[in-house]
Nanobody, 116 residues
Framework: QVQLVESGGGLVQPGGSLRLSCAASGFTFSNYAMSWYRQAPGKERELVASISSAGGSINYADSVKGRFTISRDNAKATMYLQMNSLKPEDTAVYSC?????????WGQGTQVTVSS
């Protein structure tokens, strides 16, 4: 069955770093565009970053440009989000998303909390 499993979340101090991973199984990962979304309490879900199937096209939300880096390893069927210079406003549940034509899959999410 299709699975997207996020890991790497946790509690970090402002200015710190975290690396999120999204491990995929049950579908042809290399065909799918991948994205990271986040949702903070009381706020709408926000697209954080996206990467095309081969990794040649990458986009970021303005709020994370220069601090976050999205990447993928198609051989390992895994996507990553390196998050540096974290701010309290980055606190949210981060979820990965896979998209190919009309097929869309979501992971369960991982909590990221930025607090001193």
């Amino acid at each position: 069955q299709v699975q997207l499993v996020e890991s790497g979340g946790g509690l970090v101090q402002p200015g710190g770093s975290l690396r999120l991973s999204c491990a995929a199984s049950g579908f042809t990962f290399s065909n799918y565009a991948m994205s990271w979304y986040r949702q903070a309490p009381g706020k709408e879900r926000e697209l954080v970053a996206s990467i095309s199937s081969a990794g040649g096209s990458i986009n970021y939300a303005d709020s994370v440009k220069g601090r976050f880096t999205i990447s993928r390893d198609n051989a390992k069927a895994t996507m990553y989000l390196q998050m540096n210079s974290l701010k309290p406003e980055d606190t949210a549940v981060y979820s990965c998303n896979a998209r190919y034509w009309n097929r869309v899959y979501w992971g369960q999410g991982t909590q990221v909390t930025v607090s001193s």
